[in-house]
């Protein structure tokens, strides 16, 4: 069966979910490849996933994303996880196999790692010392990226320190947990700082962190991209350190899913970038 056989079907579950931005970004590339289809919200309890996930087959669902609280609870409910998927320890996207089983990846690392690259070209994982902050689902993510690339030096800072050290058991690697007592003791030195807390994020209060510590010429990146600078990367910026906001790390792991579902790799462009911005 061709793509102009049949309304091509995606989505987004979470709960909630409709502030996501997925459908706008997806929505843009089945639009600019010519796709009859769509990409949809779906609010979905955490206690309907499994009935939810199920009936994506029968819906003619090419697969979905899925977001909080869904990503951890997939990996029980789905037929096949992907290695990278089970170390991180959860899923963001499911594919509905010809069979009508269900796959599940995670592109997160795929996507902060490009949307490093893409903003700083010359970036590389070994330079030096990198700080993390935060030990939830986006830090695992982020953290096997920054492994897999080589890095040799990570300070892993969490509130909950015995979380940050089960999240350095676990992973393994050059991840070194501190007390958030230590979190200046972090950035002497390092070559790189990164948020992976939701703090910065609109309706939430400043990442507690001074930069006094950090290096100017160390690069500063966040994950959230709502709002696109956050308080973090402002203070970051006005003493002259490199930034990356969270929007980079949305729109590159966005691309190997949609390519999982419609068979096509789609670029990051200007004009997709200005559209996802609206309004942030």
């Known amino acids: 069966m061709t793509n ?3 309304f091509l079907l995606a989505g987004v579950m979470g709960f909630p979910v409709m502030h996501s931005r997925s459908p706008r970004l997806h929505n843009y590339w089945l639009a600019q490849h010519g ?4 990409y949809v919200p779906l609010t979905v309890p955490p206690e309907r996933l499994g009935a ?5 087959p029968a819906l003619g669902f090419a697969g979905c994303n899925l977001t909080i609280p869904h990503k951890e609870a997939a990996l029980d409910l789905i037929d096949h996880i992907d290695p990278l998927a089970r170390r991180i320890g959860a899923v ?5 196999r010809r069979d009508g089983s269900l796959a599940g990846a995670n592109h ?10 893409e903003a700083q070209p010359t970036w590389q994982a070994d330079a030096g010392p990198i700080a993390v902050i935060g030990a939830g689902g986006g830090a695992r993510a982020v953290l096997v990226g920054l492994i897999e690339q080589g890095a040799r030096e990570i300070r892993l800072v969490n509130r909950t320190p015995e979380r940050a050290r089960a999240l350095a058991r676990n992973l393994g690697g ?4 501190l007390d958030w007592q230590s979190r200046a003791d972090a950035l002497e030195g ?6 992976t807390t939701s703090q910065g994020m609109v309706g939430e209060s400043a990442l507690d962190l001074p930069l006094d510590p950090l290096p100017t010429s160390a690069l500063v ?3 959230v991209y709502i709002p696109r600078e956050t308080p973090l990367l402002a203070a970051a910026r006005a003493r002259g350190n490199p930034t990356v906001n969270g929007l980079g790390m949305l729109l590159h792991q966005a691309r190997p899913a949609f390519h999982a579902w419609f068979g096509i790799m789609p670029d990051v462009t200007d004009e997709l970038r200005a559209i996802m911005q609206a309004g942030t």
Request: proline fraction near 2%; aromatic fraction near 4%.
């Open 4 to 6: 102009a056989d049949r």
């Open 221 to 223: 990146s966040d994950i």
């Open 190 to 195: 390092a070559a790189m700082l990164v948020n």
């Open 35 to 38: 796709l009859t289809g769509t």
């Open 52 to 56: 939810a996930l199920h009936a994506l």
């Open 92 to 96: 963001n996207c499911i594919v509905v």
């Open 108 to 117: 997160d690392a795929f996507g902060y790692i490009a949307s490093l690259r």
């Open 174 to 177: 050059p991840i070194t947990a």
